[in-house]
């Protein structure tokens, strides 16, 4: 099964989420979730598992 991958914001998503966690380590989705946030890569702390998910998987690169 193919699909059409992942957008490029949400690759830099994976990759801020990493780089964070990667500093700050070890660190909660919620820690990487607010600091998305205050760099302005994330609108706000929505209640979205979407971030949450690209924090995850940051975290696994």
């Known amino acids: 099964m193919s699909g059409r991958g992942k ?4 690759m830099a998503l994976i990759k801020a989420a990493g780089r964070i966690m990667r500093e700050i380590e070890p660190a909660s989705v ?7 946030c205050t760099e302005g890569l994330i609108p706000y702390m929505a209640k979205s598992t979407k971030y949450s998910e690209a ?5 696994a690169s």
């Open 55 to 59: 924090a995850v998987e940051g975290g």
């Open 7 to 10: 957008s490029q914001k949400s």
């Open 30 to 36: 919620r820690a990487v979730c607010y600091r998305l």
